[in-house]
């Protein structure tokens, strides 16, 4: 039994200094969630109200999506919208009016905020409930913020999720709500799992379909499945729900400490846990060991981005044998990612939010084997001639579980190869 429990190091990082930084930021603003959103909720649509700059950024990081009957669009604030020229609320009404009409298939409305209409006041809260009214009950409107000025990418989801919170049903039912939008064969993967060890019921948030949305309650048990839904773990809470404490499910290790944590709330007997977990516990081990041998004893630094930098950190440095410099993370929650600061040895910087200038200077001084960042420092730092791994390919490929963890060690060992490929060429 031990055996599903991993063993923390003499000393992790749970305290260890923090240092803060509150200077310039480099990373996505949370419209970038609604990419990955808008294939798991499929009778949803994503209306960005904002500038030709948001309906740019989302068609070009969703530009697969031109052959598809999209299910996100962005209503334009024209000048004469922020110069207050315009009512933008009839505009707004007019805009859902029509898409609503045109397709009936639309059980969801989000609302998304953006800088621009945040700057000009646009209270999208009040337009939503005047909207719920007006098309209820076929559609259920609500609203969140993506916008730059408050939100970094992953920021997105937690704000869309928490917006949903308040609408669910109550329920006294005893049962597991996982909560994070995981890719569709990932889901599958952890409900049978779930299933076959015989933890039941259990439900997502966020559902497919309306239809199938959860209720909550005080016997509800949450398992997060991604580290950044702060706000949404605060907002369960308070309709009653218990969240469960557990390294988030990155690796071998992660992932059988994630499920018997689970396990251990259902009444799981330890061999049926293993029974259900060996042969999967087998190949994650063997599928990492194949990358590990790139990573083994490189060194790692990481600007904030997704948030799953800490996780991340915990799996690479136990499970493929990296050394982190720096694990930098736009915010830290003790209370959710604590477990895995514990596994996590002492020993790298731990930094909150960013100063970029000052980061880059750190980054630069230490010459890392690898350096996970955004998409804007990666191009400058290769061409100093240093390895990067984008943060953002973390949230679009599917990384949890046994069946994704060798694909996860092979993320980072990629860039590595291929530089190392690189540098025999030019030797
Ligand atoms: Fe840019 Fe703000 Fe629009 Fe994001 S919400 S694309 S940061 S203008």
Same mark, same amino acid.
């Given at each position: 039994?031990?055996?599903?429990?991993?063993?923390p190091?003499?000393?992790?990082?749970r305290?260890?200094?923090?240092?803060k930084?509150?200077?310039?930021? &480099?990373?996505?603003?949370?419209?970038?969630?609604i990419? $990955?959103?808008?294939?798991?909720?499929?009778?949803?649509?994503?209306?960005?109200v904002?500038?030709?700059?948001c309906?740019?950024?989302?068609q /070009?990081?969703?530009?697969?999506?031109?052959?598809?009957?999209?299910?996100?669009?962005?209503?334009?604030?024209e000048?004469?919208?922020?110069?207050?020229?315009?009512?933008?609320?009839?505009?707004?009404d007019?805009?859902?009016?029509r898409?609503?009409a045109?397709r009936?298939?639309?059980?969801?409305?989000?609302?998304v905020?953006?800088?621009? /209409?945040?700057?000009?006041?646009?209270?999208l809260?009040?337009?939503a409930?005047?909207?719920?009214?007006?098309?209820? %009950?076929?559609?259920?409107?609500?609203?969140?913020?993506?916008?730059?000025?408050?939100?970094?990418?992953?920021?997105g989801?937690?704000?869309? =999720?928490?917006?949903m919170?308040?609408?669910?049903?109550?329920? @006294?039912?005893?049962?597991?709500?996982?909560?994070?939008?995981?890719?569709?064969?990932?889901?599958?993967q952890?409900?049978?799992?779930?299933?076959?060890?015989?933890?039941?019921?259990?439900?997502c948030?966020?559902?497919?379909?309306?239809?199938?949305?959860?209720?909550?309650?005080?016997?509800? #048990?949450?398992?997060?499945?991604?580290?950044?839904?702060?706000?949404?773990?605060?907002?369960l809470?308070?309709?009653?729900?218990?969240?469960?404490?557990? %390294?988030?499910?990155?690796?071998?290790?992660?992932?059988?400490? $994630?499920?018997?944590?689970?396990?251990q709330?259902?009444?799981?007997?330890?061999?049926?846990?293993?029974?259900?977990?060996?042969?999967?516990?087998?190949? @994650?081990?063997?599928?990492?060991?194949? @990358?590990?041998?790139?990573?083994?004893?490189?060194?790692?630094?990481?600007?904030?981005?997704?948030?799953? &930098?800490?996780? =991340?950190?915990?799996?690479?440095?136990?499970?493929?044998?990296?050394?982190?410099?720096?694990?930098?993370?736009?915010?830290i929650?003790?209370?959710?990612?604590?477990?895995?600061?514990?596994?996590? @040895? &002492?020993?790298?910087?731990?930094?909150?939010?960013?100063?970029?200038?000052?980061?880059?200077?750190?980054?630069?001084?230490?010459r %890392?084997?690898?350096?996970?960042?955004g998409?804007?420092?990666?191009?400058?730092?290769?061409?100093?001639?240093?390895?990067?791994?984008?943060?953002?390919e973390?949230?679009?490929?599917?990384?949890?579980?046994?069946?994704?963890?060798?694909? #996860?060690?092979?993320?980072?060992?990629? %860039?590595l190869r291929?530089?190392?490929?690189? /540098?025999?060429?030019?030797?």
């Open positions: 039994m031990k055996d599903f429990v991993p063993q190091p003499e000393a992790g990082c305290n260890a200094p923090v240092l930084e509150r200077g310039q930021r &480099e990373v996505f603003c949370g419209l970038t969630g990419i $990955w959103l808008h294939r798991k909720m499929q009778d949803a649509f994503f209306l960005v904002g500038s030709r700059t309906a740019h950024l989302l /070009s990081a969703a530009g697969v999506m031109i052959f598809a009957e999209p299910r996100f669009g962005t209503a334009i604030l000048e004469k919208d922020l110069a207050g020229l315009a009512c933008a609320n009839e505009e707004l007019r805009e859902v009016d898409l609503l045109r009936p298939d639309i059980r969801q409305l989000f609302l905020g953006s800088c621009p /209409s945040e700057v000009i006041k646009l209270d809260h009040r337009a409930e005047r909207l719920t009214e007006r098309h209820a %009950p076929h559609v259920r409107v609500l609203n969140y913020t993506g916008s730059g000025i408050e939100t970094t990418f992953t920021e989801e937690d704000a869309c =999720l928490a917006a919170v308040p609408t669910l049903p109550d329920t @006294a039912e005893r049962q597991l709500l996982l909560v994070g939008a995981l890719p569709d064969v990932v889901e599958d952890a409900m049978a799992l779930l299933r076959d060890m015989g933890v039941s019921p259990v439900r948030l966020p559902a497919h379909r309306a239809a199938e949305t959860p209720g909550v309650g005080a016997n509800t #048990l949450v398992a997060l499945t991604q580290p950044f839904l702060n706000e949404t773990a605060a907002c809470e308070r309709r009653g729900a218990r969240i469960l404490s557990a %390294p988030f499910p990155f690796g071998e290790e992660g992932t059988t400490a $994630w499920l018997w944590t689970i396990a709330e259902f009444g799981v007997a330890p061999d049926s846990f293993a029974r259900v977990t060996d042969a999967p516990r087998a190949r @994650a081990r063997k599928a990492i060991a194949a @990358a590990a041998e790139t990573l083994r004893d490189k060194s790692i630094f990481f600007f904030p981005d997704s948030q799953l &930098e800490i996780p =991340l950190a915990r799996f690479l440095t136990r499970e493929c044998g990296m050394k982190a410099v720096e694990v930098g993370a736009p915010f929650n003790k209370q959710i990612v604590g477990p895995d600061l514990d596994l996590l @040895a &002492e020993g790298p910087v731990i930094s909150e939010g960013q100063d970029v200038d000052r980061q880059l200077d750190r980054c630069r001084a230490a %890392p084997d690898l350096t996970v960042c998409l804007g420092l990666a191009n400058p730092l290769e061409a100093e001639g240093m390895a990067t791994k984008w943060a953002i973390l949230v679009f490929t599917p990384v949890h579980l046994y069946e994704q963890a060798g694909d #996860l060690a092979g993320l980072f060992a990629r %860039p291929r530089r190392a490929l690189l /540098s025999g060429l030019e030797g």
